[in-house]
């Protein structure tokens, strides 16, 4: 069980990661006007940050935490 905690709270760290990534990119993309392309990229951030915040979820130690059995 302390292997599937140790994923969980690896694949935090990396969608973390992946937001921070794309936030960068979709800054630069603001501040040189590519405002199509900014918006695509915030798409994808809204999306990391969904499934970011439902990994958490499994971290967390509170009522809405999600219980798996395996």
Same mark, same amino acid.
Do not use: W, Y
């Given at each position: ?12 760290? /990396?969608?973390?990661?992946? =937001?921070?990534?794309?936030?960068? *990119?979709? @800054?630069?993309?603001? +501040?040189? /006007?590519?405002?199509k392309? =900014?918006?695509?990229?915030?798409? *994808?951030? @809204?999306?990391?940050? +969904? ?20």
């Amino acid at each position: 069980m302390a292997t599937l905690e140790n994923n969980v709270k690896i694949l935090s760290e /990396k969608l973390k990661e992946k =937001e921070k990534q794309l936030n960068d *990119k979709a @800054n630069f993309c603001k +501040e040189h /006007k590519f405002f199509k392309e =900014e918006e695509h990229i915030r798409l *994808k951030v @809204n999306i990391v940050r +969904e499934i970011r915040f439902e990994v958490d979820l499994l971290n967390g130690k509170n009522d809405l935490r999600p219980l798996f059995d395996f």
